[in-house]
């Protein structure tokens, strides 16, 4: 079967950084995503891996290594907002989405 | 200016009822998906649908069936609501074009069924 799996909830403090941990095995590989959800919103989308190595948006950066099937995104200067459920989902080869249930991230001041 | 907007935010109903949750996107997007969020967050695929093809998950009840009137609409249908039915739903859309097809969502309907 094809499987997504990301820690449940994790905690961290204003200011630091944190990495976010996915790994998959999927049939077949068309790319990761990763979503950020605040409670009671819509998933908007952060990052797009598809080629093994670092993506790198502002405060966000994004980790593929498609060998190993694992995904890390990495979180810098923690704000409060940033406090959210961050979603892995991989596009398999039918390119349809599997995705995770999601990390909850806490971020304490 | 809502990209993807669907409707009610909120729907609470009895068993056996009938509803429907309607979505349009104006971000000219070829293929509109349906997912269901359940309380341990995961999000499954329901439907995706563009003007050409309708992809069904073989998991999802016949009690439920998408209408497209157009390009820019995809309104779930829901006959006989149960109360395993109680979800948020998410519609989302994506463009066709280029590798990356990053979906934008819709802001959710919850629905509780009592």
């Known amino acids: 079967g094809q499987n997504i799996d990301q820690p449940t909830e994790m905690t961290a403090t204003e200011g630091a950084i944190v990495q976010i941990n996915c790994t998959y095995q999927?049939?077949?590989?068309?790319?990761l995503f990763w979503y950020q959800q605040h409670a009671g919103e819509a998933p908007t989308f952060l990052s797009y891996n598809v080629l093994d190595g670092l993506e790198e948006k502002g405060r966000f950066s994004s980790f593929l290594s498609r060998s190993k099937g694992y995904s890390y995104l990495l979180l810098k200067e923690l704000q409060m907002k940033d406090s959210a459920s961050y979603l892995c989902a991989v596009r398999d080869s039918n390119y349809q989405l599997i995705w995770g249930a999601g990390t909850k991230l806490i971020i304490k001041p | 200016d809502t990209a993807v907007s669907q409707t009610p935010k909120y729907l609470v109903t009895q068993m056996g009822n009938d509803k429907s949750i309607k979505c349009e996107q104006n971000?000219?997007?070829?293929?509109m998906y349906w997912y269901k969020q359940d309380s341990k967050k995961f999000l499954k695929i329901m439907f995706s649908y563009n003007n050409k093809e309708l992809i069904i998950n073989e998991t999802v009840p016949n009690r439920f069936s998408p209408k497209s009137p157009d390009k820019a609409h995809l309104n779930l249908h829901i006959n006989s609501l149960e109360l395993g039915d109680s979800a948020v739903y998410f519609c989302?859309?994506?463009?066709?074009?280029?590798?990356?097809?990053?979906?934008?969502f819709g802001s959710g309907t919850q629905l509780s069924v009592l």
């Open positions: 971000l000219g997007h070829d293929t």
């Open positions: 989302a859309s994506s463009s066709l074009e280029g590798e990356l097809k990053k979906l934008f």
């Open positions: 999927t049939s077949g590989f068309n790319g």
